[in-house]
């Protein structure tokens, strides 16, 4: 057992864990059309690898793309790509995003497995096998996992973390993994001990899933794994957080700016252990995802193993249904860094470990009037970031965003602790997101502008330049008729034949008036 | 299922404003009933006669700011600025004295800085400090506590005083200056502590009725300490630095300086160090810089009483420390996780 370190703050939270776990880990059964939006990852954007209209085999690829940051998207089920269009997905904003729309044919007919040596894979070949299977970090960040495994096992990695700490109220996705297939979380680690060779891998499980530790430590003993230790940690939010769980199990902190990687630590979440095993030994890649559903009006909630694409509706409906009439808010994640969705007809997602169906009366209503800082300092307590809240909402709330980012405001984790305890009842976070928002955005005008400025300057250069060319082109020429015409004039004298006329006028004036005279 | 999208963290907040403000009401309790005790009504009077004025201020400006009345009135900021205000004043004084008072507080000290929450100065001080400089004479016309003089006025003549109705120049055999007051006095003429300490009005360790109603706001500070409405940087630094500096002069000269223990229990330390200092809104907010804030207030009271024009310090010290405020949380950033 490593000694444990303190984060700074957090938060005692109410779990609301028990509901969602009473009823196992339940298979979610096929909903007859799957809505897939091409990127389901952070990073580059995928291209569709299909057409409307073809057939598509369980397994296979439908969107991808060869940026490094990037995780391909496989069919869930076999059936045809009825439409490649804007559909609402998952996101804070609400927006439509393209998604490919399979026709599910019901047969889930698959792909042939290619069947891979396992034993006699090197580490590059198992990355690019789990990179083909397009595996996302499943805790919630969805990072590509291939190109991190690349980067892991270029820099070196000395301490590997199993993240199954799951510190979100609601959400049960990873505890129930853990109880139910524990072998494969622990195969998975096996593979990334194989990648990474770190010295130290801690499996780390906070202490409030008594049943997840036991089954771990079972599946653990079944099949050892060298330096491996599975670590119970207090139950205080946000102790998942990677920065805040680094700390807990080496005591060292990221410096800022920098990644875990960089201090030779590797996390990788418990449902992406698992994944990387379908990958690796059975060449299944990532199509489904265990998904927590809960809340207080939901009449059935608990955990289901569900296909990606598969409308929330359904989810709704095989866990039984509205509780109190469909009226209320749904929330993707838990009730500290979940967002509102705009309805139910989103897609479950890589991203999705928990659906929140709550009450209109749970949710605290968005935010017309509440009382002003009063500086209590009760958001410092609290910040895992060791950040001053109520400073940055005071700069935030003035629009001065260079000061908040003196604040460090790019620090901030967006765990929700200064909401949660502040007595004003401020919604902070909404004023960093805002915030956050608003700098990226100016940001990116001022890089458009930059290089507008730097394109008109260009052209203006240019014409400059093309001018200055031309005049010294018709100089050249000019002088080069002049020099011509010396040249001609050298010969024999040629009169102009105009001062030649004249000068015949002139002569017969003269003649005219001496005549006269 | 139509949406209205909303932020999270969806979870109910517990603690509020309103609940912060109860705590200290609640812990200022025990504190005014010692001081009620020991010298008469006219306290409770004051306290509720500043608590209406205010209470109609707030109501009067916020109506005039446009801003939502009730509340703001329900968030009892403006209750326990009051009862603050009133616990500094003589207890016996008459009304338009409280009305000047709260009006500075409730008006220039918190509403024409923006409200609840943007004003630089701690409001009660502001208020207090205006009468202090205004109407020496009637801000420093203390009366001596029961066990001194044997009486206190009754109600009806407590209220008779405030309201006027009453010949004031009748009770001047009860009115004293306060033990701070003498003692200030005495030095500069050369008697010595002991011989002061000879006077009826001190008791045991400092002012009689006074040490005990430090003793019931120290009770009230823990109170408030208990429930986490505040915390302990502030009031702890204060008393440290109060202490050190009355140890440090009293070990040099005890015919001069008197005791920390008679600065501790004198006039309104405890409570300014719990109560006054500690108003979240002008206080510093980083806990390296509460610790500064704390000791900057304890020195300067300490100042402001042995060298300074004034018997007490509390309301000149908490002013010029939060003058210093933003100041010494700039300086006082914690460091943020991940640097150096």
Excluded at chain 2, 315 to 320: Q, S
Aim: hydrophobic letters at 45%; a neutral charge.
């Amino acid at each position: 057992m490593p000694e444990l370190h303190h984060f700074h703050g957090g938060l005692v939270l109410d779990g609301h864990k028990t509901e969602s776990l009473a009823r196992g880990l339940q298979q979610a059964s096929l909903t007859e059309r799957l809505f897939l939006p091409l990127r389901q990852h952070i990073g580059d954007h995928n291209k569709p690898r299909v057409e409307i209209g073809d057939r598509v085999l369980k397994g296979q690829v439908i969107a991808s793309d060869s940026a490094l940051i990037c995780a391909a998207v496989h069919a869930p089920t076999s059936g045809t790509i009825s439409a490649i269009e804007d559909y609402p997905v998952a996101h804070p904003s609400g927006k439509m995003d393209t998604c490919i729309i399979i026709e599910v044919d019901g047969d889930d007919k698959a792909v042939e497995p290619i069947p891979v040596d396992l034993d006699n894979l090197n580490p590059d070949e198992m990355i690019e096998l789990i990179c083909r299977a397009g595996i996302v970090g499943l805790g919630g960040a969805v990072f590509p996992t291939s190109p991190k495994l690349s980067r892991g096992k270029a820099q070196g990695i000395d301490t590997l973390i199993i993240n199954g700490v799951e510190c979100e109220p609601y959400i049960t996705c990873d505890d129930i993994l853990m109880r139910f297939n524990a072998a494969e979380v622990i195969s998975g680690s096996g593979y990334l001990q194989r990648i990474l060779a770190p010295r130290t891998t801690y499996i780390a499980i906070e202490d409030n899933k008594p049943e997840a530790i036991a089954a771990m430590a079972k599946a653990l003993a079944e099949h050892p794994l060298a330096g491996t230790e599975i670590v119970s940690i207090p139950t205080i939010y946000p102790s998942g957080g990677e920065k805040q769980l680094v700390q807990i199990l080496t005591g060292k902190e990221v410096p800022h700016g920098q990644l875990a990687l960089d201090i030779g630590v590797f996390c990788q979440n418990v449902g992406t252990c698992a994944a990387i095993t379908h990958a690796l030994e059975k060449d299944e890649p990532l199509i489904s995802r265990v998904v927590t559903i809960s809340g207080d009006n939901i009449a059935q909630p608990g955990n289901w193993e569900v296909r990606l694409g598969t409308p929330i509706s359904h989810l709704i409906e095989l866990a039984g249904g509205y509780r109190y009439g469909a009226s209320g808010q749904l929330v993707m994640g838990g009730s500290m860094m979940g967002f509102a969705l705009s309805g139910s007809k989103v897609p479950i997602v890589k991203a999705t470990n928990c659906i929140m169906v709550m009450r209109e009366e749970t949710i605290p209503k968005s935010p017309g009037y509440h009382d002003e800082c009063i500086r209590c300092g009760k958001c410092t307590e609290v910040c895992p970031a060791q950040l001053l809240p109520q400073q940055l909402y005071w700069h935030a709330r003035a629009g001065a965003y260079e000061r908040t980012q003196e604040f460090h405001l790019f620090d901030c984790i967006e765990c929700g602790c200064c909401s949660t305890v502040c007595p004003s009842r401020i919604p902070l976070v909404q004023y960093y997101r805002a915030a956050k928002s608003e700098i990226r955005a100016a940001q990116k005008a001022q890089f458009k502008s930059d290089r507008a400025r730097l394109r008109f300057e260009f052209r203006e250069k240019r014409l400059q330049l093309k001018k200055q060319q031309d005049e010294e082109r018709r100089r050249l020429k000019r002088e080069a008729l002049q020099k011509k015409k010396a040249g001609a004039g050298n010969g024999k004298s040629i009169e102009d034949p105009v001062q030649a006329a004249l000068d015949r006028v002139k002569a017969r004036k003269k003649n005219a008036q001496e005549d006269s005279q | 299922m139509t949406s209205v999208i909303v932020s999270s963290p969806y979870v109910a907040q517990g603690s509020t404003l309103k609940r912060l403000m109860i705590q200290v009401i609640i812990a200022l309790l025990p504190g005014t009933i010692a001081y009620a005790w020991y010298f008469g009504p006219g306290v409770i009077i004051n306290i509720c006669l500043a608590v209406l004025l205010a209470l109609a201020f707030e109501a009067g400006i916020l109506k005039l700011r446009a801003k939502p009345v009730m509340p703001h009135l329900t968030d009892f900021s403006a209750v326990v600025a009051a009862w603050l205000f009133a616990l500094c004043l003589p207890m016996h004084i008459p009304w338009w004295l409280v009305l000047v008072g709260i009006g500075f507080t409730m008006v220039a000290g918190k509403h024409l800085y923006g409200g609840l929450g943007f004003n630089p100065f701690n409001p009660a001080m502001v208020g207090y400090v205006v009468l202090l400089i205004s109407f020496p004479r009637e801000m420093t016309t203390w009366y001596l506590p029961n066990s001194v003089s044997g009486e206190t006025l009754s109600l009806k003549e407590a209220l008779a005083y405030t309201f006027g109705g009453a010949d004031i120049q009748q009770w001047d055999a009860l009115s004293s200056a306060t033990p701070l007051d003498q003692v200030k006095t005495a030095v500069a003429q050369g008697i010595t502590v002991a011989e002061i300490r000879l006077s009826p009005v001190f008791g045991e360790y400092a002012g009689k009725g006074w040490e005990w109603i430090a003793f019931w706001w120290f009770i009230g500070g823990l109170w408030l300490l208990a429930t986490r409405t505040i915390r302990w940087h502030i009031p702890v630094a204060l008393l440290a630095a109060v202490i050190a500096m009355s140890l440090l002069f009293y070990l040099i000269n005890p015919e001069t300086y008197t005791s920390p223990l008679f600065h501790l229990l004198s006039g309104a330390v405890v409570i300014g160090a719990f109560f006054i200092a500690t108003d979240p809104v002008t206080a510093a907010t980083t806990d390296t810089g509460r610790i500064y804030y704390g000791l900057l207030i304890g020195c300067l009271i300490y100042v402001i009483r042995v060298w300074g024009g004034y018997p007490d310090g509390i309301a000149f010290a908490v002013l010029l420390a939060n003058m210093c405020v933003p100041l010494i949380d700039y300086y006082t950033q914690p460091r943020v996780y991940g640097e150096k």
